[in-house]
Nanobody, 121 residues
Framework: QVQLVESGGGLAQAGDSLRLSCEVS????????MGWFRQAPGKEREFVGD????????FYSDSVKGRFIISRDNAKNTAYLQMNSLKPEDTAVYYC??????????????WGQGTQVTVSS
């Protein structure tokens, strides 16, 4: 069984930076593609970005490209979402997700508990 524990998030002002962490535990923890989705009030959950298990490849949605950076430390079984130049429209609950093959297609193997990010103007 795979478990994800998220940390970070909170309140920020426009232009600030925040970092989220996602620690994975369970079988083959370092072999998963890891990434984030977010869900704003009244909106559907949307893909933010992901990173391959080697950390060598990342992919981002257009809405965060150039501002957010995903990285991972397999020695710590942890992925990070560095959010820079935050905008009020980044306000959402952020969910970490993992899967052996893809978190962008189908349903990820596991989800984190979600963490709130609120950006004021």
């Amino acid at each position: 069984q795979v478990q994800l524990v998220e940390s970070g998030g909170g309140l920020a002002q426009a232009g600030d930076s925040l970092r989220l962490s996602c620690e994975v535990s369970g079988r083959n923890s370092s072999r998963y593609i890891m990434g984030w989705f977010r869900q704003a009030p009244g909106k559907e959950r949307e893909f933010v970005g992901d990173v391959t298990w080697t950390g060598g490849n990342t992919f981002y949605s257009d809405s965060v490209k150039g501002r957010f950076i995903i990285s991972r430390d397999n020695a710590k079984n942890t992925a990070y979402l560095q959010m820079n130049s935050l905008k009020p429209e980044d306000t959402a609950v952020y969910y970490c997700a993992v899967d052996e093959f893809s978190i962008r297609v189908g349903v990820p193997t596991a989800w984190g508990q979600g963490t709130q990010v609120t950006v004021s103007s």
